[in-house]
Each structure stands twice: as structure tokens, then as C-alpha cells.
């Protein structure tokens, strides 16, 4: 595929040295997170929605009920701006001017194309499997139905850009002893322990997919 | 202001239940998060940035450098999305099909406008103690360069949407007593304690509005 950062709007003009051009860390920051922020337009102008997505190699899928405003519009395979953002630390300079974030992101251009009937059942596959790795198995399996009732798209991944904001404080010369402190506050998504839903799911075990899920995420 | 989801495009025509039409509400998400997500429309196309962003009464600010690709169209005072979204949960039904997940978000729908010379301080402020309340008093006074070489737009809130999704699980009958588990896994965002950037950050105490946001947000 396409290495991130690569075309002319994908290619960072300011802030150069956050870009990175590592599929590694395309796919590092997709698969670490669990929302995506889709952007379409429509009638001229733009509509920003959370998304849940899944990776499979080079290409993400996106879906949602065939009802919504936008997955309607999805369904004319229109152009979307997906982008994906893991913040990791309010980076707090001596002033607030050159106070900053720590942050992993990703950006995606491209068309989304419909999923084809044959194929919707191992999308949808895939986004469950990329929010909780093994449910798939556990789970009630999806019905005819239910997959027929979806809109599932994909979008390939040829035009993507990777920002990865981790830097150091780089407060100017001028600033330095004078008394001002300067550091960094972490921020972790932290996961807690699963809360069964109701009497059934109480008098069962926790599913191996949900406990390998916290195990990994919790600190 | 406007009622949340008062107008056709923030009705929710889905899922219309999760909408929310309390302005606390809409103040609440915005005040609890830090990052937005902002669409814009560029030569036909759609573009989203995750930004930082403060909150004043009914306004939002938006600010980044006046050198990148984003803010020089934002510069032109185009129509945006903002979409600030908090995950809270994964929410695991017996079937993938119906699982889904707990989160806030706001949607907002206007033209940017861009901050006047004179505001523009204020503006600043505003945006740096959403992110940290009381940080603007400790840090190095922000000079009048900085200030000008700084963009800063504004967004009135006319035209939102709000949607809270925390309900319980919803398994269909026919799902119930067949051994399958159902339940939630939360999902928090964690402070953790603060990393001073250098010696004489070391030698400093850590500032109040640091002490205050990490006591607020820590478990």
C-alpha cells in the first residue's frame, strides 16, 4: 500500500516532524482505538459522525443501521474524511501559548464503497473482532436477517496521513528560570471490570474475549 | 440559546431516544472532554482535524497556528461540523449484532467566525482554562506576537445536537436463557500524576491547576 503522508493533502506542511510515514503506526493507531470521526458533505456542507470501524489489512469498515441520515448517505458511496485520534497527555508548557497535547492521529481520504452482500458478514466480522478480539465466536450468531438489515463499507487506506504528537517541552530559551514549571499530565483510557447485564449473564462466566480485554487494557 | 436538536438537520430521526434537548447537557459533554473533532469542506471535499477548544456561555472557540493547511480555510470563515464525542463503555449484548456502545456526543453545526484582534486574548484564555481551569494566572503572560500570530475562531452554538447513549442492554426474548453473557465494560479516562519537564521543573512545586485537574479526574 501507499506509505501514510505520501500525496499532496496528506503531506504535513507544518509540524513536519510529527508526520510519520510508517504503516506500522497507520494500522498501531487504528487498532488501538474505537472511534472513528467520519466526515461527509452533504448539500455542501459538512457532517462529522462517531463511527465504530474495524482494520483488515489495508482497508477499514464502517458500519452502522441502514436508517441513519448517514449511513443513507454512505449508501451513495460518497467521499469521507476519516479520522481517528488517541489523545495521551495535556502537555503543559511555561506558557499556555506553547501548551500543546500529546496525540496519535490518523487521517484517511478516500471513497467509501458499499460492502457486497456476500462479503457483509465477514465485515461486520471484522469491526466486532477489532473492538473485542474472540467475541466473535462467543457471541449469539448473527442471523440472515440482521446482515441483510446492515450497511457495512470499506474504505481503502491509499491515502492516509499519521501525526504522533509525543514531544518534549520546547519552551524558548527566554522562558527557562524564571520560575515557571513545565511538564507533561498523562491520559489513559483505563478499562474497569465488566458489569453483567442482568441475571442470566450474572450466573455465567465472564467471556474469555472480555476478560483478555480488560486484562490488556487495565493498568 | 436554541434548544439541542431543534432544528431538521439535529432532529434525530434514529435512535431518537438517546437524543437529549437539555442544554445542560450540551455544556456538560463540551466542558468534560478536550478534543474536538471540526469538518470543513475543501474544494468539494470533506476534512476532519481533531482541535482543542474552550467553551463561553453559548460559544465555542477553535484555535490552532495560522500556518497549517486547516486553520488558512478556516480563515475564510467556512460552514464546520464540530463533533466532540466521550466514549464511556463497551456495551457487549449476547450477539455482536446488537452490541454497541455507551458514549456522549455533540454535534454542531455553524460558520466560524474568526476572533477579532481585541478578543482574541480572552478567546485564548478561554480555550487554555477549558483544558486546565486556573492555569492562565500561573503561566508566563502570553505576549502581544503570540497573540497575533494566533487564529482563533469562534462558533456559535445555534444548531446542535445532542446524544446520550447509557442504556441497558436491549437482547431481543428469543436471545435471553440460551447461555450467552451480556454486560458492560467501562471505559474512563485517567489523569495520571504529573511528569515535570526539566530540572528546574523538578525543583518547582506542581502548580495548583495541575494538582486541582489531576485530584478532579484521578479514580
Known amino acids: 500500500m501507499t506509505k501514510p503522508g505520501s500525496t499532496s493533502r496528506t503531506t504535513l506542511k507544518r509540524l513536519a516532524e510529527k508526520a510519520s510515514d510508517k504503516i506500522s503506526d497507520l494500522h498501531s493507531i487504528l487498532d488501538d482505538n474505537f472511534v472513528a470521526h467520519v466526515g461527509v458533505v452533504i448539500d455542501g456542507s459538512p457532517l462529522v459522525i462517531p463511527m465504530a470501524y474495524g482494520r483488515s489489512e489495508d482497508v477499514i469498515y464502517l458500519h452502522g443501521s441502514s436508517g441513519s441520515r448517514l449511513m443513507r448517505h454512505l449508501e451513495k458511496e460518497p467521499e469521507v474524511c476519516v479520522t481517528v485520534t488517541e489523545l495521551n497527555a495535556l502537555q503543559v508548557s511555561r506558557s499556555t501559548f506553547n501548551s500543546s497535547m500529546h496525540y496519535r492521529s490518523v487521517v484517511i481520504f478516500g471513497t467509501a464503497k458499499l460492502v457486497p452482500s456476500q462479503?457483509?458478514?465477514?465485515?461486520?466480522?471484522?469491526?466486532?473482532?477489532?473492538?473485542?478480539?474472540?467475541?466473535?465466536?462467543?457471541?449469539?450468531?448473527?442471523?440472515?436477517?440482521?446482515?441483510?438489515?446492515?450497511?457495512?463499507?470499506?474504505?481503502?487506506?491509499?491515502?492516509?496521513?499519521?501525526?504522533?504528537?509525543?514531544?518534549?517541552?520546547?519552551?524558548?530559551?527566554?522562558?527557562?528560570?524564571?520560575?515557571?514549571?513545565a511538564g507533561t499530565i498523562p491520559l489513559t483510557t483505563v478499562v474497569g471490570d465488566a458489569i453483567p447485564a442482568d441475571e442470566e449473564s450474572v450466573s455465567l462466566p465472564v467471556p474469555e474475549s472480555v476478560k483478555r480485554l480488560i486484562a490488556r487494557r487495565s493498568r
Open 119 to 181: 462479503e457483509k458478514q465477514r465485515a461486520l466480522d471484522v469491526v466486532s473482532e477489532a473492538l473485542i478480539p474472540g467475541r466473535v465466536a462467543e457471541a449469539r450468531p448473527t442471523t440472515k436477517k440482521e446482515v441483510a438489515g446492515t450497511l457495512i463499507l470499506s474504505l481503502s487506506m491509499e491515502e492516509a496521513s499519521v501525526k504522533i504528537s509525543a514531544g518534549e517541552i520546547d519552551d524558548p530559551e527566554e522562558d527557562i528560570n524564571r520560575g515557571y514549571w
